[in-house]
Structure formats: C-alpha cells, structure tokens
C-alpha cells in the first residue's frame, strides 16, 4: 500500500566554546503517496492500486508490500480518487497511517491531515498543511509522537523549510532548516545535556552573533559568539559575582578589559588568553589606585 516514504530530520547541532556538542535529533517519517490493496499496474511514472472494494485507483511512486492495504472513503472521478475524503492504510501490525483531506486525480492534492505510524511503533506523527500531486508545500505543522514540533514554511520538499522547532526538552530554533541543520542565521533557546542554557543568535547551527549563556555551575556571559565561542565585546559572571568586563577572542578575555572583584576592587588594563598582562591599574573599594605589573598571568615586582 505505502509507496514513497520522506523523511524530515531535525537535528539541531550547537558548539560549545569548550569543543563539546550537545545533539537532538527527530525523524519524521512523511508518508507522502498511498495505495491500495489490489494488485497494482506498473506505469513509467509510478503504480496505480485500487481500493478493494470501490475500485477506486490510488496512484503510488512505490509497489505496496505483502500485508499492506488501503481504503477510500470519497468520490472517484474517472475510476480515480477525487475531492475530499479519508485514506486509512493498515499491515499486519495494524493502522499504519490515515488521512483526511483533499484528492485529485488519485493523488493527495489541497489540504490534509496525515497521521502515520512512527519509526518506533509508539505513537502517531501528524502534518497539517498543502499537498500539491502528493508533495507537501507551504505552510504546514508537523508534530512528532515524541513531543518534537515544527511549524513553518516548507521549501522544495519535507527535508527543507523556515519556521520554529520545538523539541520535548523546551528547547527553540527559529530560522531556515535544511536536511536536520540551521541554514544561516538563526534564534534558538535550549537547554543542552550538560545544563547550559543558551538564548540568542546561531548561525550553521553554532553559537554565532549576541547571546545569553548560563552555565551548569551558575557562570554567566552575555555578549557576542563566533563560531560557538565569546569573541568580541562581553560580560563574563562567575557563580560568586566577578565579572570581567571587555573584549573576548576564541572564548577568553583578550584585549582591554576590567575586572570587577566582589569586593569592589577592580583592575584595568590588557587581559591575554584570560589573565592581566603589563601595567594593570587597580581602584580599590576606598578610592585608592595602585599600579600592578603582570606577565604571563603572573603579578611581578
């Protein structure tokens, strides 16, 4: 009964300015082209079933298999399923997808609803949205079984699209999707396995623009990201409230910045690969100032 099967992954990938990844991936499987039961006439273009009982035909881009059948509940125009109605195909591990919605000339065309069964035999995935000759186009939703949801504007087939990801963890990425990527820029909001949370701009599903990071251990920086790490202007905030105020480059303080100690005392200068280096002026809580000399991390007499 089935013929064609689209698959729709969306795996979101976002680096860690320490090296680490944090992965989620959903598959939804599109059953996009349906057939019947009856023993199917090959043509150059695909396959024509007929429902069982109506005899009415269903084109397919694939034979069915053994134990594979399908039903027709609508009008046929020319022998052919046509209008609107309901599909429900089932095998021998019972109802593998239904669909309600529009038919033309035997293949899905207008609006639907697919349900079919997931990968894992756990549940239903659904699409809401337009099919044109059996492909789904423009705006559409689809809801995985595991509580992952896209909802957005398809292009050019189910592995390519813009809109907003949901997935069960709370996590959100907003932008254009491509075969389970962000293409270009993006928003997202998530929560990775390690416990950081991250709110702001992603670019080739890596930390790329402004952004918020709250890590497992209640560090904090806010400020600009390339290619997954600080780099350029940013706040840094320990779990005690030290903060580093200044410039970043591949995940460090690097160039002008302060330091501002829980105490009140700050010092400013020139930071390298995270450390004060050369003359560092130092305010204390009192007002008063003193010159430090440091090199290599280190404050020398």
Not at 26 to 32: A, G, Q
Not at 124 to 135: K, L, N, S, V, W
Not at 251 to 272: E, M, S
Request: charged share 20%; net charge negative.
């Amino acid at each position: 009964m089935i013929c064609r099967l689209l698959r729709f992954t969306l795996s979101p990938t976002f680096a860690h300015s320490s090296g680490r990844a944090a992965n989620r991936r959903v598959t939804f499987v599109l059953i996009n082209e349906m057939m019947g039961s009856a023993a199917p006439l090959q043509l150059v273009e695909g396959f024509w079933v007929n429902d069982a009982v109506t005899g009415c035909a269903i084109w397919s881009a694939d034979p069915p298999e053994m134990g594979e059948a399908a039903t027709w509940t609508g009008s046929c125009s020319g022998g052919k399923a046509d209008g609107r109605g309901n599909l429900l195909f089932w095998d021998n591990d019972g109802v593998l997808a239904r669909y309600n919605g529009e038919m033309m000339d035997g293949r899905v065309h207008g609006a639907g609803t697919m349900a079919f069964r997931s990968e894992d035999g756990a549940g239903f995935d659904t699409y809401i949205g337009r099919f044109e000759h059996g492909e789904p186009i423009g705006e559409g939703i689809l809801n995985g079984a595991g509580g992952y949801r896209f909802q957005g504007e398809l292009i050019g087939g189910i592995s390519h699209g813009k809109g907003k990801l949901t997935t069960p963890e709370g996590w959100q990425l907003s932008g254009e999707i491509k075969d389970g990527r962000s293409v270009g820029e993006a928003f997202a909001s998530y929560e990775d396995e390690n416990g950081d949370i991250y709110v702001g701009d992603v670019e080739n599903s890596m930390r790329h623009g402004f952004g918020f990071l709250i890590m497992a251990n209640d560090d904090a920086y806010t400020g600009e990201f390339v290619e997954g790490a600080p780099h350029g202007p940013g706040i840094f905030e320990d779990a005690n409230g030290k903060q580093f105020l200044g410039q970043f480059a591949r995940g460090l303080p690097n160039g002008a910045g302060t330091v501002v100690d829980v105490d009140g005392t700050t010092y400013q200068g020139r930071f390298i690969n995270g450390g004060p280096e050369g003359n560092i002026l130092v305010t204390n809580a009192d007002g008063s100032q003193a010159i430090q000399y440091w090199k290599d991390g280190e404050q020398r007499q």
